[in-house]
């Protein structure tokens, strides 16, 4: 019904910049409330963003506030996440995430679908 596919992830120096893509394969990608999370070894999955079918409603977590915006493109069917000022800390898996009209949540289980997961390694 819904497929995920992350792209754009990579090897990227201390304080440097990257966008991350998600193509969704959804009948009606506008109902869709989206989110990225990402995840280290050895921890919990985090909220990272999310944003609403009309693009008009967004929210970030702590860690990423003022460095990383959310956005997306409903006549392409694919959300992005533009990250700046990279730290260390920020390497991890990242996950794009699907809320069949979600009102926006920064739970893991809100979301219906997921994609694969890409790799953002940031070096020192």
């Known amino acids: 019904q819904v497929q995920l596919v992350e792209s754009g992830g990579g090897l990227v120096q201390a304080g440097g910049s990257l966008r991350l893509s998600c193509a969704a394969s959804?009948?009606?990608?506008?109902?869709?409330?989206m989110g990225w999370f990402r995840q280290a070894p050895g921890k919990e999955r985090e909220f990272v963003a999310f944003?609403?079918?009309?693009?008009?409603?967004?929210r970030y977590g702590n860690s990423v506030k003022g460095r990383f915006t959310i956005s997306r493109d409903n006549a392409k069917n694919t959300v992005y996440l533009q990250m700046i000022t990279l730290k260390p800390e920020d390497t991890a898996v990242y996950y794009c995430?699907?809320?069949?009209?979600?009102?926006?949540?920064?739970?893991?289980?809100?979301?219906?679908?997921w994609g694969q997961g890409t790799q953002v390694t940031v070096s020192s």
């Open positions: 995430a699907a809320d069949r009209e979600g009102l926006g949540s920064v739970w893991v289980t809100s979301y219906d679908y």
């Open positions: 959804v009948p009606t990608f506008s109902v869709y409330t």
């Open positions: 944003i609403r079918g009309s693009a008009l409603s967004t």
